[in-house]
């Protein structure tokens, strides 16, 4: 071969792997690109026994919920039954149309249960809320305090979102952004709260037109284009001049009034913004709703607290949890009924997936403050159409709720499930190459529709 | 034995004029007078004369090569330093100063409504710092800087504040500038905030900020509002200016 034929070959072998990215996104992204990804974190460590995993007697070191310990008259689907004397627990429900199980805490959401995936037995290998919290969004645990690697929106917007003028909203949600290889446009835009977004694009109506505002705003997009042109690294510049665009289409569509607390609440009162725990969390849902049918996002995420019960407030927990899927169902039955914005005769739901995770669960003993404190066992929801519906996956131990083997086969042999392959099968769902965003999992095709 | 041996050396020592000869000698034998006789009559003697030769040339100096070129691409500052750089442009305001004073007429609210969206971590709700800007963040900064740079053209130009007082449009305005007028006082802002004069910039930059002001200028004409035309174009350059994005990356 001759040295130049030699040198083409060698050229052209590099290109290939240095596009290997945006080939591969343009091979993938079409099948989910106009789909919507909502995650909601239930920060502070859920107890699995009151809805996934369901435990009504006294085994091993297991101590269920019982009318002693928890405040059952909230609960809508806390049925009695005796447990010791004057005590009663629980009776578990199990539904004839689906193989699953649930405790009281499972609310509103019972009633969508043919179309909930389930994970139980999750291993943690941790008791730590940030440690907990960054392993079940992102499939890594912490290194020195940080997340070593993108959670799973970010993977999501960097692989289908940059289209979107904001492509991850996350409201107290743990995203992280961390590598050069991402696009930029898929850093998350983390906020405390979802009327924030409407705060930043408010802008006064006394000194300055519309109009001026995009002559500003044209003025430093060109700028931007100008330095990039002159510059070594122009990709920096790029990114600011697309962000001011961005901006400025925001602010052309006057989406701050549609995103204020007000408007939101007006819009959709079917959530309950007065709730102790969740009303942040449902103008999350709210605005999730909002921001979806107007195609300006494709990944939001939002938390929701009060699930860290420590001692008495371990009462509170199935009521908690009961809150937690009531926001969920509503926010489900509204992408029901709500047109997908860029497939005609598709509605939301259609199209929206939606992933529930937690830190960890809590003990299956209860403590003698009264409550339950952490324990590296987890579970998740899923709720997608491109996932088996009606079903649980993963289970635990008997006796102690600790993770067993989950009867998947996987490479390395028999082992329970865990945050990673989660992660990874729900990518693998979107025909995104795991590989490129989490070091550990393998994929569960038996989760997959 | 050794002692014996050292006195014994000493015994025998001779004196110059015992054991020498050749300068030494000729010098002992003159004795002191005249020895320093014989000095003053040569050292004051004519010197000797040198033959002049070309100078060789110095040895080339060392160079040592400085790559001056970029090694990393700009980035965005932390955000402190970004707000504090803001701060100190609109006259070294403390925050609460800044919220007191950019408030009102839906121009601001407060810091704690930002906190996270301007990238710093909020204790409050367990958010950590943001290493990266993103959309949200830009838009908060442009409220934020849009606040600012009115109520400055409000304390400066509208007040008939005394020039030695101004704090941001330090200059003495004109009524419809023409492109020198304009470029001079443009100078002021530019190098107030981005650090260097206009002079120094691409050529074009005053011209594109001059059709920026002569377009709000325009707009403005003969509306009532609280700034004049020509203060309002002003404070939309100080706008564009405080979003530049010269002035967010380092």
Redesign the interface.
């Known amino acids: 071969m001759k040295r130049r034929t030699f040198l083409h070959v060698l050229g052209g072998s590099a290109a290939a792997v240095a596009l290997r990215k945006p080939l591969w996104a343009a091979a993938n992204s079409p099948a989910a690109s106009d789909d919507f990804f909502i995650f909601i974190h239930a920060a502070g460590g859920w107890d699995v026994t009151l809805w996934s995993d369901p435990r009504n007697e006294r085994r091993g070191l297991v101590e269920p919920a019982s009318s002693e310990n928890t405040d059952t008259a909230p609960l809508t689907h806390w049925k009695g039954t005796k447990l010791d004397g004057d005590v009663d627990t629980f009776e578990i429900l199990a539904p004839r149309d689906v193989p699953m199980r649930f405790g009281p805490g499972i609310g509103a959401l019972y009633d969508l249960r043919s179309r909930l995936t389930v994970v139980n037995g999750l291993a943690m290998a941790t008791v730590s809320h940030p440690d907990g919290t960054a392993f079940s969004a992102t499939g890594r645990h912490l290194q020195g305090g940080r997340a070593p690697a993108s959670s799973v929106d970010v993977a999501i917007a960097n692989e289908l979102g940059t289209s979107q003028l904001l492509p991850d909203v996350a409201v107290q949600f743990p995203s992280s952004y961390v590598g050069d290889h991402l696009d930029r446009r898929a850093v998350p835009l983390r906020v405390a709260n979802a009327a924030t977004v409407a705060k930043s694009l408010a802008r006064g109506e006394a000194y300055f037109d519309p109009s001026d505002r995009t002559a500003i705003t044209a003025l430093v997009t060109a700028e931007a284009h100008a330095l990039a042109k002159r510059s070594t690294f122009p990709e920096t510049y790029e990114r600011i001049a697309s962000q001011t665009g961005a901006v400025q289409q925001l602010l052309d569509d006057k989406l701050e009034a549609a995103f204020t607390q007000k408007a939101l609440q007006e819009r959709y009162p079917q959530f309950d913004y007065k709730a102790k725990n969740f009303g942040g969390a449902a103008l999350g849902a709210a605005f999730t709703v909002e921001a979806m049918q107007r195609n300006l996002v494709r990944c939001v995420g939002f938390a929701i607290g009060g699930f860290d019960t420590h001692n008495q407030n371990y009462k509170q927990q199935a009521h908690t949890q009961q809150e937690l899927f009531g926001v969920v169902a509503t926010l489900v039955d509204l992408l029901d009924r709500t047109p997908h914005p860029t497939r005609q005769g598709k509605k939301l739901a259609d199209h929206a997936h939606i992933l529930v995770f937690s830190d960890f669960c809590r003990t299956p003993q209860i403590n003698l403050s009264g409550g339950r404190d952490h324990y590296p066992n987890n579970s998740a929801l899923v709720i997608s159409p491109r996932f088996v519906a009606g079903r649980t996956f993963g289970k635990t131990d008997v006796e102690q709720v600790l993770p067993a083997d989950a009867g998947v086969a996987f490479a390395g042999g028999a082992r329970p499930l865990a945050p990673p392959d989660l992660l990874a099968t729900f990518l693998h769902a979107f025909d995104i190459d795991p590989a490129r965003y989490l070091r550990d999992g393998e994929v569960v095709q038996e989760m997959l529709a | 034995m050794k002692r014996e041996n050292y006195r014994q050396g000493a015994s025998d020592a001779k004196t110059p004029a015992e054991s020498g000869s050749g300068p030494i000698l000729f010098f002992w034998r003159l004795g002191v007078p005249g020895a320093l006789a014989v000095t003053l009559v040569f050292g004051c003697a004519a010197p000797a004369a040198l033959a002049p030769s070309a100078p060789a040339p110095l040895p080339p100096p060392m160079v040592a090569a400085i790559d001056t070129?970029?090694k990393?691409?700009?980035?965005m500052m932390p955000p402190e330093v970004y707000l504090r750089a803001y701060l100190g442009w609109f006259g070294g305001l403390a925050p609460l100063d800044v919220q007191a004073k950019a408030r009102g007429?839906?121009?601001f609210?407060s810091w704690d409504?930002?906190?996270?969206?301007l990238g710093l971590p909020?204790y409050?709700?367990?958010?950590p710092r943001?290493?990266?800007?993103?959309?949200?963040?830009?838009?908060?900064l442009?409220?934020l800087g849009?606040?600012l740079c009115?109520r400055a053209a409000e304390h400066d130009l509208h007040g008939k504040t005394p020039a030695a007082a101004r704090v941001v449009f330090a200059f003495q305005p004109v009524a419809a500038p023409d492109d020198a007028q304009f470029a001079e006082r443009f100078d002021v802002l530019h190098r107030l905030f981005l650090g260097y004069p206009v002079r120094l910039a691409?050529s074009d930059?005053a011209a594109?900020?001059f059709?920026?002001y002569r377009?709000?200028a325009a707009?403005?004409a003969g509306k009532k509002?609280?700034?004049t035309p020509d203060e309002?174009a002003w404070?939309?350059v100080c706008?564009?200016l405080v979003?530049?994005?010269?002035a967010?990356?380092y």
């Open positions: 070129t970029p990393e691409r700009r980035r007429k839906n121009m609210d409504d930002y906190l996270a969206a909020d409050k709700v367990d958010l943001q290493s990266q800007s993103n959309t949200l963040m830009i838009a908060t442009g409220r849009e606040a009115v691409p930059r594109h900020f059709a920026l377009a709000v707009q403005h509002g609280p700034l309002t404070a939309a706008t564009a979003q530049h994005p010269e967010e990356l």
